[in-house]
């Protein structure tokens, strides 16, 4: 039997009808895509807030952020904290920094945690994806806020554009933020362009295996909030594949109608050269085709390598870089007894 015969068994015989998917999709855009001002009444979703007795927290994840993390912590403080009692608080889970990002978001009233610090005896990991696991343990919130920390352009909708469909909606588990990313190039910004992995990349592998999962515009997105009930039941790959693995994750618990995406309008971050995407982009790999050999009838698939192969010139010099990329994974946190302790589930 072909090495590859596991995607000709599987394939043909699973293949969702066409129709049937863009039908879903329609119709799931239509009630679960949001603008982020519709959600702009603070003091209404202060009064969900209240009336379902829930607590919501914002998490920072941080690794040399020193020149963004105080706007950040500053404006959403002001806005959804001091103004509007919308959050209860703002964490920042640092990976390590070697700069002073740690010190700014004390100084601007975070609380700040250093993720080798939580949980210690469960080991010390290095990663975005480890440090919003982590999260789940040191923070209290019913709601958890992701924001990355790297934002130039962060405003208060940013949180609260997220959180508002959670509270209008019980039956929502998950938010995905979308919006416009700029390039910035050394002529200026361009309008259009970013979501470089998510085009290349993970959209045709939606495409191919779960192609209702192309409703979400950027399903990379490092922004989303979404209810503890959901996040502690599923696996944290601690690095690249953090993202991917939530909706697939969720996807598989509970379908599309557990999501819902906010436009946000405009997002300007810092951007990472082709070469750093490729190494995204392999740990994403790894992260899809483990939920694949999971979630599909896929036996006989084939194992996959851990090192990404790339290439580099220098004086005229063609050189090979080998690097090791393992999508390591931590598990669902609820698994550990120190965890439900915490939280009265013990």
């Known amino acids: 039997m072909k090495q590859d015969s596991w995607f000709r068994r599987w394939f043909p015989a699973h293949s969702p009808d066409v129709a049937d998917v863009s039908d879903t999709i329609r119709a799931w855009t239509t009630t679960h895509t949001f603008h982020h001002s519709q959600f702009s009444d603070l003091s209404r979703l202060v009064q ?11 998490c920072l994840p941080t ?37 002073r990002t740690r010190e700014i978001a004390a100084s601007f009233g975070a609380n700040v945690h250093l993720a080798s610090e939580i949980l210690p005896e469960e080991g010390i990991k290095r990663g975005k994806g480890e440090n919003l696991w982590k999260a789940l343990y040191q923070m209290k919130g019913d709601i958890i806020i992701y924001i990355d920390a790297d934002i130039t352009n962060i405003r208060p909708h940013f949180a609260y554009g997220l959180v508002g469909p959670l509270l209008e909606d019980p039956n929502l588990k998950y938010v995905k933020a979308f919006y416009e990313r700029p390039l910035t190039l050394a002529s200026g910004t ?7 992995v998510t085009e290349i990349l993970v959209r045709p592998l939606f495409s191919l295996f779960f192609p209702e999962l192309t409703a979400f515009v950027q399903p990379l997105s490092g922004e989303y909030a979404a209810r503890r009930e959901a996040l502690e039941r599923i696996p944290f790959p601690i690095g690249y594949g953090v993202e991917t693995a939530h909706l697939l994750d969720i996807y598989n618990l509970w379908g599309l109608n557990a999501f819902a995406q906010v436009d946000l309008d405009q997002r300007i971050h810092r951007n990472q050269s082709t070469h750093a995407l490729g190494k995204m982009s392999f740990g994403i790999l790894q992260t899809f085709f483990s939920r694949l050999k999971e979630f599909k009838d896929c036996s006989g698939f084939p194992e996959w390598a851990e090192v990404l192969r790339q290439h580099q010139c220098q004086d005229n010099n063609y050189e090979q870089i080998e690097i090791l990329i393992t999508e390591d994974e931590r598990p669902p946190i609820r698994n550990l007894e120190s965890y439900r302790r915490k939280f009265g589930q013990a």
């Open 63 to 99: 690794l040399n952020e020193e020149r963004t993390i105080g706007k950040e912590i500053v404006l959403l403080k002001a806005e959804l904290m001091d103004r509007n009692p919308l959050l209860d608080e703002i964490a920042v889970l640092d990976s390590g920094s070697s700069d």
């Open 48 to 58: 969900a807030k209240r009336q379902q007795d829930v607590t919501i927290s914002l």
């Open 190 to 196: 361009r309008v259009s362009g970013g979501g470089r």
